[in-house]
């Protein structure tokens, strides 16, 4: 089992910064697909950034990319989301994911399988 623990969300103005963090324990981390989702009220969830697991290569939806940042600390057995430039709509429920099934190609389509409790972030305009 692999246990994820988001934090660093919270409430910013609109233009502002957030970085969110998510700390894993349970396996050999560097063997991890890792990345983030969010879920806004009343939306289905969506696929924000993710990582592989020597912290290379990325992947992200197009509509963040330049904004959101993501980036891993194998030692430390933690992935970041570094968010600028934030918007309110980018208020959601961001969950932290990870999985050693699937390669980050397939990380956006495919479940991953294991799931962090999630952290608020709340943009204010």
């Known amino acids: 089992q692999v ?12 233009g502002g910064s957030l970085r969110l963090s998510c700390a ?6 560097s063997s991890f ?5 969010r879920q806004a009220p009343g939306k289905e969830r969506e696929f924000v ?6 912290g290379v290569t990325t992947l992200y939806t197009g509509s963040m990319k330049g904004r959101f940042t993501i980036d891993r600390d194998n030692a430390k057995n933690t992935v970041y ?3 600028n430039s934030l918007k309110p709509e980018d208020t ?11 390669t ?9 399988n294991y799931w ?5 972030v709340t943009v204010s305009a």
């Open 49 to 54: 950034a993710a990582i592989e697991g020597r």
């Open 3 to 14: 246990q994820l623990v988001e934090s660093g969300g919270g409430l910013v103005q609109a």
């Open 33 to 37: 697909v890792m990345g983030w989702f």
């Open 24 to 29: 894993a324990s349970g396996r050999t981390f």
């Open 81 to 83: 989301l570094q968010m």
């Open 104 to 112: 980050l190609a397939l990380f956006k389509s495919h479940e991953p």
């Open 116 to 120: 962090g409790q999630g952290t608020q």
């Open 92 to 102: 959601a429920v961001y969950y932290c994911a990870a999985t050693d099934t699937w």
